[in-house]
């Protein structure tokens, strides 16, 4: 009985590194946020990103590796950090850290979204005010609709756990942008 040649450790190399570039496009997508409000915003993002402070007009972009399946991004208010990033927010803390392992505390309007579900295929995304509202907000991708809501009985967010009309798909490896105060 033959054996089938072994494949040369460079044949390998080749194989696993076209696995893992094409991999790589897979569910990857970038996340712009910008603050347009008269006040300094803090935004934070799970479970990649962390945080940082977006002063009036600043934007913070945020490159969501392939893999990520799910993660949340919302705006925290009223905030004082040391410079070792400890210090706490009157709205939307988390922990009392600048870069956010966890989610925030209530009241915090949400943005919300799953990437890459039905093969790849598709991503969805939705806004939520079932914790609370503390800071206006729009909620994009680069290929579906705008999401906005501006007060906290927004028709256009989540307001109770079974609210399923208010989620929205788009296509796969979409890029996605979070607007404050729009």
């Given at each position: 009985?033959?054996?089938?040649?072994?494949?040369?450790?460079?044949?390998?190399?080749?194989?696993?590194?076209?696995?893992?570039?094409?991999?790589?496009?897979?569910?990857?997508?970038?996340?712009?946020?910008?603050?347009?409000?008269?006040?300094?915003?803090?935004?934070?993002?799970?479970?990649?990103?962390?945080?940082?402070?977006?002063?009036?007009?600043?934007?913070?972009?945020?490159?969501?590796?392939?893999?990520?399946?799910?993660?949340?991004?919302?705006?925290?208010?009223?905030?004082?950090?040391?410079?070792?990033?400890?210090?706490?927010?009157?709205?939307?803390?988390?922990?009392?850290?600048?870069?956010?392992?966890?989610?925030?505390?209530?009241?915090?309007?949400?943005?919300?979204?799953?990437?890459?579900?039905?093969?790849?295929?598709?991503?969805?995304?939705?806004?939520?005010?079932?914790?609370?509202?503390?800071?206006?907000?729009?909620?994009?991708?680069?290929?579906?609709?705008?999401?906005?809501?501006?007060?906290?009985?927004?028709?256009?967010?989540?307001?109770?756990?079974?609210?399923?009309?208010?989620l929205r798909s788009c296509n796969g490896n979409s890029n996605y942008r979070v607007v404050f105060c729009p």
């Amino acid at each position: 009985m033959a054996s089938a040649p072994a494949a040369s450790p460079a044949v390998l190399v080749v194989v696993v590194l076209v696995a893992s570039l094409a991999a790589g496009g897979a569910n990857a997508a970038t996340f712009t946020i910008t603050n347009r409000c008269s006040f300094t915003v803090w935004p934070a993002a799970t479970p990649v990103g962390g945080g940082t402070q977006l002063n009036p007009g600043q934007t913070w972009t945020i490159n969501v590796p392939a893999g990520t399946s799910s993660g949340r991004v919302w705006g925290r208010t009223g905030c004082s950090f040391d410079g070792a990033g400890r210090g706490r927010c009157a709205t939307g803390d988390c922990g009392g850290a600048l870069s956010c392992r966890l989610s925030g505390q209530p009241p915090l309007t949400l943005a919300e979204f799953t990437l890459g579900t039905s093969g790849g295929n598709r991503d969805f995304y939705n806004l939520s005010v079932i914790d609370g509202y503390n800071v206006a907000m729009s909620f994009s991708c680069s290929s579906g609709v705008t999401l906005t809501c501006r007060e906290r009985s927004c028709p256009d967010a989540y307001q109770y756990p079974s609210d399923d009309s208010k989620l929205r798909s788009c296509n796969g490896n979409s890029n996605y942008r979070v607007v404050f105060c729009p």
